[in-house]
């Protein structure tokens, strides 16, 4: 019996390298169609748990703040939550009208807030876990690319807010990735070295050390870095 309510409440996060799942829903920017209205951009897919909480205030605040640097990577931005549409507006226009955190305050939210009452998109993408909770969407967000592959997912329980800044760094790391056919290392920031993919031969490895150069430095056969000049 035990066994067969663990797997009646397991929830199937999608998993990176796999399509995101499809869906249509409303939102407080009109009816979205996803993917077929994001084709060609990336897209971060969050969740909140719940409209008229301070930690998603914050949150919401934050977002719409960074909005523009976002859309100058190519990427939008659709948040989610289990509310009502119309408790979303109401929430919206009062972090517009009194909101105040930080530096920011009168910040307008201007992309798209899922209304998903019958949590449709949330369980399609694991967003409602019942250890946290029955009823809320934990603080998800999904790294879509212009693919609709999942490209990343970082998972954050109800108590605490996320890190923008590192949204936004592991956006454009993969974006470097993707671009130059390499990797970055631990803490990367755009402008430091990027790491160049390890040989795949013995021969290659002695030849990766030996060319080393202005174009690249080697630390060791496996281990080489360069410089990307924009």
């Given at each position: ?63 719409a703040k960074m909005e523009d640097e976002f859309k100058?990577?190519?990427t939008e931005l659709i948040g989610l939550s289990i ?106 920031v755009p402008g430091e070295e990027v790491i160049v ?34």
């Amino acid at each position: 019996m035990e066994q067969n309510e663990n797997t009646e409440n397991a929830v199937r996060i999608p998993l990176i390298g796999e399509k995101a799942p499809s869906f249509k829903a409303a939102t407080t920017q009109g009816p979205i169609n996803f993917p077929d209205d994001y084709k060609g951009k990336w897209v971060i897919l969050f969740s909140h748990p719940a409209d008229f909480t301070p930690v998603c205030t914050t949150e919401f605040m934050t977002f719409a703040k960074m909005e523009d640097e976002f859309k100058a990577l190519n990427t939008e931005l659709i948040g989610l939550s289990i509310d009502s549409h119309y408790s979303h507006i109401a929430w919206l226009r009062t972090i517009k009208e009194k909101g105040k955190f930080r530096d920011m305050q009168n910040m307008e939210v201007k992309f798209p807030v899922i209304a998903d009452l019958k949590m449709d998109v949330a369980k399609a993408f694991g967003m409602v876990q019942p250890g946290a909770s029955d009823t809320q969407a934990v603080r998800a967000v999904f790294f879509i690319d212009p693919e609709s592959k999942i490209r990343a997912l970082v998972y954050y329980p109800l108590s605490n807010g996320r890190n923008f800044q590192e949204i936004k760094r592991l956006l454009m790391a993969m974006q470097t990735s993707d671009k130059h056919g390499v990797a970055t290392p631990a803490d990367w920031v755009p402008g430091e070295e990027v790491i160049v993919p390890p040989p795949g031969s013995c021969g290659q490895a002695k030849d990766r050390v030996d060319n080393a150069g202005e174009k690249y430095r080697c630390v060791d056969w496996f281990l080489c870095f360069k410089d990307l000049k924009e």
